[in-house]
């Protein structure tokens, strides 16, 4: 169950991460997906579905409802009237996971495994964010035990340390377990959806930005390390317009940069022009709160446009590398140095870092052991 799912893409990588698992595992195992009938902030659903019917959606059956109607007691018939075997829950702090926890708890619900993807949502970063009504329910959800003998999904060990800080020795307690397996990547080839890339030239560069506009992707710092870059920069903006408060602040920040600065808003990117998007940049600048595994950090990588992000993904091998930085947050003269170095690269040293950063993105998202891992964790939760 998840909020957004296909033909969705403004929630960003969680609708990406439902589909690529779906795409990689669905010959072995039959998915069943309850979700809205409409794209994060749209207005009307979408016109190419059959709202309150089951239908065919790539290798899954999806249902879509309207969310004002996913109610306690609609959930509870369709849990009870669909046979399964296992419930898979995207996001802790989602209406549909906490409703369907909520009747767990209840002991309405069959005495089914529950999967919970908490996607990110426990890092320092995000949980920063309506911080008090976040933690409240914590503590809620704490007392009341609702998450006792839940599998917790964790994309990486950095995520798992998060889910510990958070619950605790609950977490790893009776039923409940703690299961590494990574968000899955799409299936390779991508070199038909690239364009050709911008020549590099020493002093100036092409940056991008490509995320949901919302305060915990950090598109504020973003702009206020631009007023130290020495050269002439291109920055463009791409993603949906979450919080227009915060674009609002976006915006009057935008307008107090240098003029060796040209910052342009290009509206949202359709998943399909993602590659072609970053394949004409030099560098995709995320400095983002937090992220339980970052897509548009690989979809950067394997267009070979190197990433300066922080410390708050998986992406910690960036450097090591040699296809970008990761760096924290707290230390913005660093982000400054690293833009710096972007900016002063000639052609030769950029097409070096390009190919790394193509070759890192590449050798993830071919790497079995990651579709291995998500298989036994289906296959672990079934057991038990």
Request: glycine share 8%.
């Amino acid at each position: 169950m998840l909020d957004y799912y296909l033909p969705g893409y403004k929630a960003g990588g969680p609708i990406r991460t439902i589909a690529n698992m779906i795409e990689r595992l669905g010959d072995d195992f039959e998915f069943h997906i309850i979700t809205s009938d409409r794209d994060l902030g749209d207005g009307h659903p979408y016109p190419s579905i059959a709202v309150g019917s089951w239908q065919q959606v790539g290798k899954a059956q999806v249902l879509y409802l309207p969310r004002s109607e996913i109610g306690l007691s609609v959930l509870h018939r369709l849990l009870r009237d669909t046979p399964y075997d296992l419930i898979y829950l995207n996001s802790f702090f989602s209406r549909l996971s906490i409703k369907t926890i909520i009747l767990r708890w209840m002991r309405l619900l069959p005495k089914k495994p529950i999967i919970l993807a908490p996607r990110g949502e426990f890092s320092p970063g995000a949980l920063s964010i309506k911080s008090l009504k976040k933690h409240l329910y914590i503590a809620f959800a704490k007392a009341l035990g609702l998450y006792g003998g839940v599998i917790w999904q964790a994309s990486s060990e950095y995520e798992m340390k998060d889910i510990v800080s958070v619950f605790g020795s609950r977490a790893m307690s009776g039923t409940s377990s703690i299961q590494i397996a990574s968000d899955l990547p799409p299936s390779p080839p991508w070199d038909s959806e690239l364009g050709e890339r911008p020549i590099k030239q020493a002093g100036s560069a092409r940056i991008v930005f490509l995320s949901r506009i919302a305060r915990n992707k950090n598109l504020d710092f973003a702009i206020k390390l631009l007023t130290e870059v020495n050269g002439k920069v291109e920055f463009d903006i791409y993603g949906p317009i979450e919080d227009q408060v915060y674009w609002g602040e976006c915006q009057r920040l935008i307008k107090l940069l240098p003029d060796n600065i040209r910052v342009s808003y290009g509206g949202t990117i359709t998943p399909d022009r993602a590659l072609f998007t970053f394949s004409q940049y030099h560098l995709f600048l995320f400095p983002t709160r937090g992220e339980n595994f970052g897509h548009v950090i690989l979809e950067a990588l394997n267009t070979g446009c190197p990433v300066l992000t922080s410390d708050q993904t998986p992406w910690s091998q960036l450097a090591a590398r040699q296809a970008g930085w990761c760096l924290p947050l707290s230390e913005p003269v660093q982000f400054h140095t690293a833009l710096n170095e972007l900016v002063s690269m000639d052609q030769t040293a950029f097409s070096e870092m390009s190919w790394r950063a193509r070759d890192y993105g590449r050798s993830f998202s071919e790497d079995p052991d990651l579709v291995r891992a998500c298989r036994v964790l289906l296959l672990l939760a079934l057991e038990m």
